[in-house]
Structures are given as structure tokens and as C-alpha cells.
Antibody
Framework: QLQLQESGPGLVKPSETLSLTCTVS??????????WGWIRQPPGKGLEWIGS???????YYNPSLKSRVTISVDTSKSQFSLKLSFVTAADTALYYC?????????????????????WGQGTLVTVSS | EIVLTQSPGTLSLSPGERATLSCRAS???????LAWYQQKPGQAPRLLIY???SRATGIPDRFSGSGSGTDFTLTISRLEPEDFAVYYC?????????FGPGTKVDIK
């Protein structure tokens, strides 16, 4: 059974770096069929895609956050991580990790990836001094 | 960046009624590159529809998607009590992958 579980500090000070980890179980994080993504949702608001990474390093980032975001994948731990630097109160949100499906046909997969088919429960990160 | 607009913002209906939700894109996303998600309070979004009209695994057939180009529709044929939630569309024709602002379906 596929599970994604976010973990990390729930409180980060302004100007510091937000760090979250998503642990994946029930599927290989090294599968060619998936990217691994982060999406956030400010309280009471809509969804914003942050970025997605393939296990071998290929990545896509939201240009609005790209200068502050790093996503990495650790295949040995079946985890992928998000780092968001120089946070402000505007970065306060529920952060979700999700599996990002690639389109595959005839044994070959293409990019960019498509939709998010499995999500973690989300973790609330508050930016405050 | 492709901007998605959803209407109405809120849809007030009774159980058993039909719900029709709209998603409009600022440029064409073809007929393949649109998904719909359902989000209930305190829960993560759940994939309902991908490729504009294909139901995800385990999604009841009262949910259907249609459309192409810039105009898409999610239809819930007969609302069940568990369908009252917020619905988001998402385009994946190009990065950045964007979501619409959501339509809340609440009980009339």
C-alpha cells in the first residue's frame, strides 16, 4: 500500500530555511514512472505547486519559488526533501508531498510529468518569530 | 504560466441534485492535460479525473469530466453527502503546473 508521510519542524523563524522530508513506502522511489513533488496550501486558500524531482535528478520548479527552493531525492532512504530558504510569513502553509505521474507508453516515459495521484496527509509549517 | 479560472466559487445544492463545475484555462491545454481533485476539510486532495475525462482508480461513476481546449467541466450526476467538498482543476500541459482557485460545493 502506497504511503507518503511528511515530517519536519512545524515552526520556522523568518529568514531561516524550511526543511521537510517525505518518506515513501509501498513503491520504489527509483521507479521510472514517477516524479516526486511538493505542493503547498496557505490556510484557507488554494493549492500551489512548488516543484517536482525525478530520482536521478531531473527536476521542475515553480518559477515563483525557484530561487529559494531545493528538492532532493535519497533513494537509499526512500525519501525526498524540500528546502525553502529565506522564509517569510507568506510561506506559512500546509505542505504536501505527492507522487507525480509520468506518461509512459511502449516502455518509454516522457516529460514533463502529469498529475498527482497520491498525496501525503500534509504538514503545517508556520513562519513566525 | 497558464492561469485556471473556476466557476462558480461556491455551489449550493441538495443531496441528489446534479453539480456542474467549470474550469477555464488562459490558453489551450488540449484534451489530455487536465485533472480534477476533491478536497474535504482536514484532508489531502484526492485525484478524481485525469486526461480531462478518465476517472482515477476507485472513483464512482457519478463523477465525470469533459471538455477540451480551454473549457472543461466536472459533473457530479447525483450528489451524495460525502461529495460536499472543494474541487480543484489542475493543468499539466506545461510547467509550472497550476491549479484553479477551487469550487466549493456545499449543502443548500
Amino acid at each position: 500500500q502506497l504511503q507518503l508521510q511528511e515530517s519536519g519542524p512545524g515552526l520556522v523563524k523568518p529568514s531561516e530555511t524550511l526543511s521537510l522530508t517525505c518518506t515513501v513506502s509501498g513503491v520504489s522511489i527509483s521507479s521510472s514512472f514517477y516524479y516526486w513533488g511538493w505542493i503547498r496550501q496557505p490556510p484557507g486558500k488554494g493549492l500551489e505547486w512548488i516543484g517536482s524531482m525525478y530520482y536521478s535528478g531531473s527536476s521542475y520548479y515553480n518559477p515563483s519559488l525557484k530561487s529559494r527552493v531545493t528538492i532532493s531525492v535519497d533513494t537509499s532512504k526512500s525519501q525526498f526533501s524540500l528546502k525553502l530558504s529565506f522564509v517569510t510569513a507568506a510561506d506559512t502553509a500546509l505542505y504536501y508531498c505527492a507522487r507525480h505521474i509520468r506518461y509512459c507508453s511502449g516502455g518509454r516515459c516522457g516529460d514533463p510529468p502529469y498529475y498527482f495521484d497520491y498525496w501525503g496527509q500534509g504538514t503545517l509549517v508556520t513562519v513566525s518569530s | 504560466e497558464i492561469v485556471l479560472t473556476q466557476s462558480p466559487g461556491t455551489l449550493s445544492l441538495s443531496p441528489g441534485e446534479r453539480a456542474t463545475l467549470s474550469c477555464r484555462a488562459s490558453q489551450s491545454v488540449s484534451s489530455r492535460y487536465l485533472a480534477w481533485y476533491q478536497q474535504k476539510p482536514g484532508q489531502a486532495p484526492r485525484l478524481l479525473i485525469y486526461g480531462a475525462s478518465s476517472r482515477a482508480t476507485g472513483i464512482p461513476d457519478r463523477f465525470s469530466g469533459s471538455g477540451s481546449g480551454t473549457d472543461f467541466t466536472l459533473t457530479i450526476s447525483r450528489l451524495e453527502p460525502e461529495d460536499f467538498a472543494v474541487y480543484y482543476c489542475q493543468q499539466y500541459v506545461s510547467s509550472p503546473f497550476t491549479f484553479g482557485p477551487g469550487t466549493k460545493v456545499d449543502i443548500k
